[in-house]
DNA sequence: TTAGAGTTTGCAAATCGACT
DNA sequence: AGTCGATTTGCAAACTCTAA
């Protein structure tokens, strides 16, 4: 399965530069859908496709409206399924502004990988989809617009707006989220007591204070500080429906949080220290064992904002694959991590772009050092939270590590990006 | 203690199917 | 053909269990 792919650095790279790519997966192959056959009609409103589709339904359609979206279907009775789009349902409004329709029968086997070629066919070329699963950071209406508008998502994407935790006082003082309906929340044993938390039960042994693991507790606590205040919209408003935050959990050998947003993680921090994926690495000077934070990015998004100081042309990574990145001058106070690490994960929901950095050097890398990236970071939280509530992961939701996170960022007090917090990172 | 397999869980999205 | 509620499916973190 481990396949190492070294890639030796370019001559003409600066004063920092990427290392090394390894390969861990790499599976590519002839896709058996890939030769779709579709039949297209022009269709007026109002008008029924049954005559259309005259004996074989089962099969994939694809919708297309007068402004261009696409809209990407399976059914056995595609007839039937029209009728659903055109006149509405519990799953979207009624679409009156359909302009065309084409459809590819299936008489048997998978409609789901068919439906899902076609989806990222489209995705690819360009369209925007209506369709939600399968597509995520899709712009339909999200019931989470209901608790932090469209226009509030905008302007935290780019940065414009105030970002002060009005209510994290009262949050504190609660002990437990403000907003979420409290009959449903599950209660954790440890939860009633708020400074009780595994976290620092781990980090109040003797031998979790020195080390490697000293000061990885308070630099844990910058991290997620920062990621309530500054990358999730509403944290105290949103919290339990929108985010949650394990305490310790068993997850893939053990991790000290994570941070979920919406359908999937966006932060967490592993148990164990980081080793490069590439034995390498192991002799270069910077990568000492240390604990580091995994960070989910949009697809795509991450070496853009590395190229403009790196020599990334043509550079493509392709899905778990990692690059690794060093700074020659970790000496420069804007340098918050001297190393890092850009990779690429698939979940089944979507494939994310995930940036490594040893923990507590989070917020100065994303608002300093790459300031482009915290604009990237918020708009993956607001789609993944569009995509839906963190039903799924509620029960694992630790209210009393999420009030010592916010009990960290009232005692802080930052101002503009906390300038003051970054001192004794450096 | 570690690794891996299998299970649990709540929810969203989509399909199915009975009925008119 | 259209409507609407029931049912199915897929998801992914975190869990338990088992074996070494």
Redesign the pocket.
Known sequence: MSSARPVEPAASMITSVCVATTSRISLRGNNPVANQVYRRWQISP?Q?I??FIRSERRGIYVLEFSNGDRCV?????V??????H???????EPWGDIVAFAFRPIPSGD??EA?RFEISRLRKAGYTLR?????LGHGQP??FDAVVSIEAQHHWATGAPNYELHSVERRVAAGQPLCADQA?VSINPQDGNPVNTKLGDYFAKPSHRQGIWQGVYEAIFDDLGFLLHHVIPNAVDTELDYW?L?DM???A???FA?L?TG???IA?FPRQPFVPADPRLLEADATAPSFWVHVNFPEHSLLPVFAEKYDLDNVLLHDGEEMYFRCYYPTDPRVASPHWVVGRHS????TRDMLSLPVGSLEKFVTVQFPGLLPLLRQAAITMMR???S??????HSPALATQVFSSVAAAKPTAFGASRFSKHC
């Open positions: 109002g029924s049954a005559p279907g399976q059914s056995v009775d007839v039937t399924r029209f009728a659903t055109v006149h509405g349902s519990s799953h979207h409609l789901n439906e369709n939600k699963a399968g597509n999200a019931p449903t949650t394990s959990p068993s997850t050998r053990g991790r994570t979920n359908v999937l993680e967490f979940y089944r929901v979507a995509q839906g509530p039903g799924i992961f509620r029960r694992f």
